[in-house]
């Protein structure tokens, strides 16, 4: 006999204003906040806990550049034609005025690669222990597409681009919308790697295929250090999230291209070109290779959102990608010869062990809210609530 079960939760039964007055209370504590010009008083301290965060890495542009960027007419094309509006973002506690999340990035558009694209690119996040694990990390993903909003608007009232319906800010002018971020190859020792995809994946993201896309992202050190120590530009998986194109498993070649031909054209404005042009023009081949071959898209890996499907993981393994899509580099031989072969040579399924053990550890948490009923409904699930503790 049962004497109670713990009741599970499907989004599907809210009502729209439910979802807004849940995310209303949830979201009461915090503020978030467009920084505009360095003189901001927020300004230093957001820089700080983001080059903290990514700078010793080389990830992370200087200060100087960041202050151009903010001081520079957005509504004024950078050298190749490509319109940009960098962004840095602050979210505080609304009783202390404390920061807790940190978000920069750039809305990317250039109508002579495809007049109806926009590229926000999520470049950092940073939150702080006090925000995480709370839906702040949520808002600081899609609060940019409220910013892209705004610009693409200015842009067409300023003659700049023509939008395809000027009407409907709600459906992004009829603009395509592709949120873009970068995040390290899967490898089971780099648990932030593994968050950090689950994080993604839960938000609707996709991996472009290395294969056809072996993405980097630039080296933001000084010149002279670059000049002393070498280039080092990091090979990340690009990720998409198509906004309302979330379930199409395909990426248009032109569309990929536009994508990384807009990313690179806004490092362009602070990384010497000849740093770029390598990296760029093995993306731009292995496109053209492709469609030389009568193909006309590549492939959007899903990401896994849970335990149940990691081994999306597999084609993102770390390892396997660097050999397979990117050869020897400063940024790749560290991780090759890092003792990984010999540990894979001596054990075949090192790899499907180690995503077992992530699997049973993500399986621990039990979820009890679900979107739909429609995917993959068990009456039976969850099991009933053992009546420990119970008089």
Not at 127 to 141: D, H, I, K, Q, S
Not at 158 to 185: H, K
Request: overall charge negative; some cysteine.
């Amino acid at each position: 006999m049962t004497l109670g079960t713990r009741v599970r939760l499907c989004l599907k039964d809210l009502y729209a204003q439910d979802v807004v007055e849940m995310i209303e209370r949830e979201t009461r504590k915090y503020e978030v906040e467009s920084i505009e010009h360095p003189d901001h008083p927020d300004f230093g301290q957001a820089y700080e806990i983001l080059w903290k965060a990514f700078g010793a890495a080389g990830e992370m542009e200087t200060e100087p550049v960041i202050r151009k960027m903010l001081q520079d007419d957005s509504l004024a094309p950078v050298r190749s034609g490509t319109y940009a509006r960098y962004f840095l973002l602050v979210a505080r506690d609304r009783a202390t005025g404390a920061i807790r999340g940190v978000r920069d990035g750039r809305v990317l558009v250039n109508p002579a690669y495809s007049p109806d694209l926009c590229v926000v690119y999520l470049s950092h996040i940073y939150m702080l222990p006090e925000a995480r694990g709370t839906v702040l990390t949520y808002w600081l993903r899609i609060a940019p597409l409220d910013l892209a909003v705004t610009y693409l608007h200015a842009l067409h009232q300023r003659g700049a681009i023509a939008l395809p319906d000027p009407a409907a800010p709600g459906r992004y002018f009829g603009m395509r919308v592709d949120l873009a971020a970068e995040v390290e190859f899967f490898s089971p020792d780099d648990k932030l790697s593994l968050q950090r995809i689950l994080f993604y994946g839960r938000g609707g993201f996709d991996a472009i295929d290395p294969r056809h896309f072996p993405y980097r992202q630039p080296d933001f050190r000084e010149p002279e250090i670059i000049a002393r120590e070498g280039d080092r530009p990091v090979p990340f998986m690009l990720l998409l999230r198509r906004v309302g194109r979330e379930r199409e498993a395909r990426l248009p070649i032109d569309e990929a291209k536009a994508v990384i031909q807009l990313l690179y054209d806004d490092f362009a404005e602070y990384c010497e070109p000849k740093h770029l042009a390598t990296s760029l023009d093995v993306v731009l081949t292995r496109l053209e290779e492709r469609r030389a071959r009568g193909k006309n898209d590549v492939a959007l890996l899903p990401l896994p959102t849970g335990a149940n499907d990691l081994k999306r993981l597999r084609p993102l393994f770390r390892y396997d990608v660097y050999r397979r899509h990117y050869g020897p580099s400063l940024a790749t031989d560290a991780y090759l010869k890092s003792g990984i072969a010999d540990t894979i040579a001596q054990r075949p399924h090192w790899l499907d062990e180690r995503l077992a053990e992530i699997a049973a550890e993500l399986a621990k948490t039990s979820r009890w809210v679900y979107a739909s009923r429609d995917k993959g409904f068990d009456p039976e699930a969850p099991p009933a609530t053992p009546e420990e503790g119970r008089a």
